[in-house]
């Protein structure tokens, strides 16, 4: 059991791994909760498996012994916690396609880009003029608080991801 | 006096819950807030001088002893920096006030900043493996909500990674809990400190405490794993990434010492090795980073990662000295983290920007508040009379003591470019003459003070009278404005520090003497002396 439980925790770890190589968030998410899963089932392999055993038990030992059950806590732990954060994280992936245009991970750099991002004083949410803005712009598009259904449209950015997604789709 | 222990973790999270359901609007729910962080201060204060009297404090949750239930333990690091992350707490709470609009505050930014907090007091306290993964989980779903809300386009993007990142790095922390458990068949820090030494399977176990390094490491950015770091705090509202930097990356370099001090000492050398290297490539990595930037929030976020650096020369090094020294500059650098940044974001609603070359002339019009600027850069520079120079002055003595020459030529290298972006800073912001306002509306070359004006003028469409009100109390060199409030006292307890720094080198060198040789807190742990019978 444990060897078969072993190989499958081999080959789930590699499919999520492969997946989170991946360029798209999409795939990445999946292949997050994948290798959520398989740490999961790392702990209650590595915990030790009884077969056909209770785990809670009376006063006095059953005669067939009885199971650990703290691995299923600590899984039943992980597995809440897990589920939180991936609810959470992929209504983000949502939002940032929403608000982005694009699950393309090379294509979310406009946090990152030089200038990106001017804070205007007065304006604690720090609302957005986009990245290639000269500063005396004043910001054209929406307050950054709703997304904006539509890809950054800047240019220079087509060309690169152009090519970033034709990449995406060889790959 | 165990109940503190639980105090200390219970405030706030029950301050989150009250400022969450508190009636009332905004400013009620602040107040509940900010009381809430007092009291956090309160009960740490008295469980660090419970811990200094008395020696390490044990807490047993649900009266399950040692190895079998969850247990809290507070020795002099972990009371130390529950200490430190209360005053960074209360200074956030108070910053936040102003600093955070209504409309964002109303998505529970109050609650989530005391989970956050409860977060970190928690992973500072617990004595239990897997109670530490909660923590830190616990930590990571309040830093997110922290972040979001009120996110435009930049900060999703910036989000995106920093979660993404993070969540990679608890996948990594939960799959070597489970081995580690299947090792050894025990979560009790203390309990595992005694039964890995006998696994069979050493190399296993050397595995398994490089998969802890990476977790750890990806949490608290050391140098092959920050790239989230970079890509997201420059992102955030000024108090949260105030509160990020101050305190989020440190409970990862306080797991780090935790685990490969009380846990994994089997093969010290190697791993001692990999941390040196790291720590000193994470320290050149950050300098090299913020001399590169322009933007003030990236320059200090390329800070937040050389100063980790500092701060795990004390484990690479392995020696009582540098343990201390490190642990003194970890209780430094989070207040001048927390410090600077709520200082940049003062300069940015006098200034009108983050970015250096649109500043300029905030010497001439604010002179105090350029002073207080001065007075922080200084102290992350290590200038001598301020808690940076003791810090760095206890680093380059353990690094002349460990005879090796290149780590402290590193050590002098980092610390001179660290002087460079903060004197950048210090010139273009404040130094130079203000830019023509680019506008062409109302700001003229001539007077520097209506950059921010013209800053509050672009904004005054969409915020109305709040910006302005805003831009007036930090233009008008007033003290009005309630982030003044944190500020000041920050500043004041770097200053105290600075000026007499003894009682915390003395809690310091406490604090590494408890790491190096953990027999107190595992006896204190597993009651194998009278304490817990």
Redesign the interface.
């Known amino acids: 059991m444990e060897i078969v439980l072993g190989g499958l925790v081999g080959v789930l770890m590699a499919a999520s791994v492969w997946l989170m190589l991946s360029r798209d968030l999409v795939k990445f998410l999946f292949g997050l909760i994948l290798i959520g899963n398989v740490a999961n089932l790392v702990i209650f392999l590595a915990g030790g498996l009884t077969l056909g055993a209770p785990p809670l038990i009376g006063a006095e030992e059953p005669a067939g012994g009885y199971a650990n059950a703290l691995p299923q806590a600590l899984v039943l732990t992980a597995i809440v916690i897990g589920f939180a954060l991936v609810s959470f994280t992929l209504i983000l992936a949502m939002r940032a396609w929403q608000a982005l245009g694009t699950t393309d991970v090379d294509e979310m750099v406009i946090a990152e880009r030089r200038g990106a991002y001017t804070w205007v004083a007065g304006d604690r949410l720090g609302s957005v003029r986009s990245a290639s803005d000269e500063p005396s712009e004043r910001p054209d598009d929406e307050p950054g608080d709703r997304p904006v259904d539509r890809p950054d449209g800047e240019p220079g950015d087509g060309a690169g991801g152009g090519a970033g997604s034709d990449a995406g789709a060889r790959s | 006096m165990s109940t503190l222990l639980v105090v200390c973790v219970l405030i706030p999270i029950v301050t989150a819950a009250l400022a969450f359901l508190w009636p009332g609007g905004r400013r009620a729910r602040a107040r509940v807030s900010i009381v809430g962080m007092l009291a956090l201060v309160l009960a740490a204060a008295l469980l660090l001088r419970e811990v200094m009297l008395h020696g390490v404090l044990v807490a047993h949750m649900g009266g399950w002893n040692a190895p079998m239930g969850i247990t809290l333990v507070a020795d002099p690091l972990g009371a130390l920096l529950v200490a430190v992350a209360a005053l960074v707490g209360l200074a956030v709470s108070i910053h936040a006030v102003e600093?955070?609009?209504d409309e964002?505050a109303v998505n529970g930014f109050d609650s989530f900043l005391h989970l956050l907090v409860a977060g970190v007091v928690g992973a500072f306290l617990t004595g239990d493996i897997?109670n530490l993964?909660?923590w830190f989980?616990v930590m990571?779903?309040s830093s997110?909500a922290l972040m979001?809300p009120?996110?435009?386009?930049?900060?999703?993007?910036?989000?995106?990674?920093y979660?993404?990142l993070n969540?990679?790095s608890?996948?990594i922390l939960?799959?070597s809990?489970?081995?580690l458990?299947?090792?050894t068949g025990t979560?009790n820090m203390a309990d595992l400190a005694g039964k890995l030494p006998g696994v069979e399977n050493q190399e296993l176990v050397t595995v398994v405490s490089v998969l802890f390094l990476i977790a750890f490491g990806i949490k608290a950015a050391v140098f092959p794993l920050f790239f989230w770091l970079?890509?997201?705090y420059?992102?955030l509202?000024i108090s949260v990434s105030a509160l990020f930097a101050a305190l989020m990356t440190k409970v990862g370099v306080y797991a780090l010492l935790r685990t490969f001090t009380l846990l994994f000492t089997g093969d010290e050398a190697l791993i001692r090795g990999v941390v040196l290297a790291a720590a000193l490539a994470t320290m050149v990595v950050g300098v090299l980073g913020a001399m590169t930037?322009?933007?003030m929030r990236r320059i200090l976020a390329y800070h937040v990662i050389s100063s980790i650096g500092f701060m795990l020369l004390g484990l690479g090094l392995g020696s009582a000295l540098a343990m201390s020294a490190s642990i003194f500059y970890m209780v430094h650098g989070i207040l001048v983290k927390a410090l600077l940044f709520m200082l940049i974001g003062l300069v940015?609603?006098?200034?009108?920007?983050?970015?250096l070359g649109?500043l300029g002339g905030l010497y001439r019009t604010r002179p105090g508040f350029s002073m207080l600027f001065l007075l922080a850069a200084l102290a992350l520079v290590g200038i001598p009379p301020l808690s940076g120079f003791w810090a760095k002055l206890a680093l380059v003595e353990a690094g002349i003591a460990s005879g090796a020459g290149w780590v402290l030529a590193t050590l002098l290298l980092t610390s001179l470019l660290t002087f460079v972006p903060m004197i950048r800073i210090w010139s273009e912001a404040f130094w130079k003459d203000a830019p023509p306002a680019?506008?062409?509306s109302d700001g003229e070359p001539g007077t520097p003070a209506r950059g921010?004006a013209r800053?509050?003028g672009?904004?005054?469409d969409?915020?109305g009278a709040?910006?302005?009100g805003?831009?007036v109390a930090?233009t008008g060199n007033g003290g009005r404005d309630a982030r003044l409030v944190p500020v000041i006292g920050l500043s004041l307890v770097l200053l105290g520090i600075g000026l007499a720094p003894g009682s915390l080198l003395e809690l310091a060198d406490d604090a590494a003497a408890g790491l190096l040789d953990p027999r107190a807190y595992i006896d204190g742990v597993l009651g194998t002396t009278g304490e817990n019978p």
Do not use: Q, W
């Open positions: 600093d955070i609009p964002v897997f993964y909660v989980e990571l779903i997110f979001v009120g996110g435009d386009r930049v900060r999703l993007d910036g989000a995106v990674k979660i993404v969540l990679v608890t996948v939960l799959t809990i489970g081995l458990y299947g090792l979560l970079p890509a997201s420059h992102t509202p930037h322009t933007d940015a609603t006098a200034g009108g920007s983050f970015e649109r680019a506008n062409g921010g800053g509050a672009d904004a005054a969409a915020r709040r910006a302005d805003s831009s930090g």
